[in-house]
């Protein structure tokens, strides 16, 4: 390197190549300009460099300071390109609220600190804008507790890749999700676990439609915990699960295991019903074809018209009971329906 190339030249492409890796480690602070650096930029220097540097008096000093100003320079600093900056700036621009700038600075520096890199941060953020106003301490106290529920480096950060609404979600609602999967539906904790990071969307389910869900696939289809983890039970909704196992019973291929989990016919895996497209399930599995499916399915809409109807009737008929019922515990789920 020549003695004549200026200071600033230099330091910014240092800072521009190392910035993602300069925050701060005891927390999601925003980042800081080490001290460290500008002393070892100065000892690997020759004689020549330092005094061409030192006659230089255009020079300013370091910013010892946070980085508090949201522009395409501090941006492109933190390791974002020109076109990455510019999408940035655009999207905080349209975000509306008090101090929107700072907050996306806490953002930004958090998900980069998090391990993500900018593409990755800028797919989250358009996702969940939500994460633009998200305060440091947030930051902080939900990606402990992902981590305190078993999710571990690289796990935790596909999660929040593929579903950041978690991180906008408190860290009591996320805990009370899996404490519910564990003490109501009896998973283990490797098994509530592993529900978490294959279906992060659970923690915005009604608990009461969870339930149910379980119940239905526990006690209807006589399906242990363990497999429903296997097949990622909770991707599915409720209506497709009940539509392809009622279908298959229907039709002879799908029987309910007696009090000793046995059955007269070798019931399909769970696995193999929901997790496959609807033409695999249909050729392999219904043996049927797409119209016999598609009137079932017409017909199955309006069995469960009637029934609603039928359960509206005996509720407005039914004593105060069932009313306290209701508001004390809420939906009960597949067996209290069942017990009807």
Known sequence: ???????????????????????????????HVPQLVCCRLSSSANKGTQQSLHNNQELSPLPRQPVTELSLQ?????????????????????????????????????????????????????????????????FQERIANLRKLGLVEGSLQKVVSNYPQILAMTAKRVKSVVVFLR??????GDQATSILR????????????????????????????????????FRFSLEEVCCRHSFLERRGLYQTPDKKGQTLILNPKLSDILAVD?????????????????????????????????EMDMEAGSGSDDDEEEEGGGKSGYMKRRKK
């Open 1 to 31: 390197m020549s003695a004549g190339v200026p200071l600033r030249q230099v330091l910014g492409w240092t800072l521009r190549k190392t910035t993602p890796q300069l925050f701060s480690r005891n927390g999601f602070g925003i980042c």
């Open 74 to 138: 501090s941006l492109i600093d933190m390791g974002f390109t020109d076109i990455q900056a510019e999408r940035v700036c655009d999207a905080v621009s349209n975000a509306m609220g008090k101090n929107a700038a700072e907050h996306a600075l806490t953002a930004l520096s958090a998900l980069l600190l998090f391990g993500l890199d900018p593409e990755t941060v800028l797919k989250v953020l358009k996702k969940c804008p939500e994460l633009y106003r998200l305060k440091d301490s947030h």
């Open 183 to 188: 003490e109501k539906c009896l998973f283990t």
């Open 198 to 233: 294959d279906t992060p969307s659970v923690v915005q389910e009604d608990l009461g439609q969870l339930e149910y869900k379980f119940q239905y696939i526990y006690f209807r289809m006589g399906v242990k915990q363990k497999e429903m983890v296997k097949s990622k039970l």
């Open 278 to 310: 609807r033409d695999t399930y249909l050729k392999d599995v219904a043996k049927a074809t797409a119209e016999e499916y598609d009137v079932f399915r017409k017909l199955m809409a309006r069995e469960e018209q009637e029934e609603e109807l039928q």
